[in-house]
């Protein structure tokens, strides 16, 4: 029978999963597949598997209380095996790599960031201080401008509007830096100008909090900082 994957953990970790229910309508039971130094986290795979609301939260709860014991490898939500037997030869071969991995995230949580800036104040800002953005805009509402003025504006205006916010992410990427043992960036999507997770250790977790308040306090209202976490490391795994 097919077998879902919630995490991959040492087999010293305590693995409490007493009151915790798996994916699936009725919820599966889960149960654990050990191989050598190593424990994977799985149950008996639903047929009809989606990201409903209430397998995202069994997932979840499933890494939350591995997380609360010890270091876990958290899989993404969906990773599904063909039986216990390919979980197990999976741990096998490669047992090296995930060992590392969990060396690497021991004692460490995820804080994802992302931020995006007011498009309105971004744009009195760059016409206030671009001489040549400032000049053809008011040409145009003169009605002195040349046929290609506001495309030519509006190329400007986006390539001003590309320069600010990659400076603006490149800085809140380097003050928080320090405070994390690693980091991986992701393009950002919709209004968002940042999108970055971070992989930060119980001592420096606040330090990094800390950072993080006074940096979105210095961008001021105009950025709006959603910082989620402490999450499972799943983009660190």
Request: proline content about 6%; hydrophobic content about 40%; some cysteine.
């Amino acid at each position: 029978m097919a077998v879902y994957i919630y995490s991959i953990t040492g087999k010293q970790h305590p693995l409490r999963l007493d009151g915790l229910n798996g994916v699936g309508e009725p919820p599966a039971g889960l149960r654990t597949v050990t191989a050598g130094p190593l424990c994977a986290v799985v149950s008996d795979a639903p047929e009809d598997l989606r990201p409903k609301r209430r397998d995202v939260i069994a997932h979840q709860e499933v890494q939350e209380r591995l997380m609360a014991d010890g270091t876990v490898l958290p899989m993404r939500f969906g990773l599904i095996a063909e039986n216990d037997e390919a979980v197990q030869v999976a741990l096998e071969q490669n047992a090296a790599d995930y060992t590392d991995r969990l060396q690497a995230l021991e004692g460490c949580s995820e804080y994802h960031l992302k931020a995006s800036q007011d498009e309105d104040a971004l744009l009195r800002e760059i016409l206030r201080e671009s001489d040549a953005a400032r000049e053809l805009n008011d040409e145009i509402r003169d009605g002195a401008a040349a046929p290609d003025a506001p495309l030519r504006l509006g190329e400007l205006v986006a390539q001003e509007v590309q320069a600010r916010q990659e400076a603006l992410a490149a800085g809140v990427v380097e003050a928080l830096r320090p405070f994390a043992r690693s980091l991986e960036s992701s393009q950002p999507t919709g209004s968002d100008f940042l999108n970055v997770s971070f992989l930060v250790t119980e001592d420096r977790e606040e330090a990094f909090l800390t950072t993080e308040l006074s940096v979105a306090h210095q961008m001021g209202d105009d950025v709006d900082f959603r910082l989620n976490g402490p999450l499972p490391p799943y983009s660190f795994v």
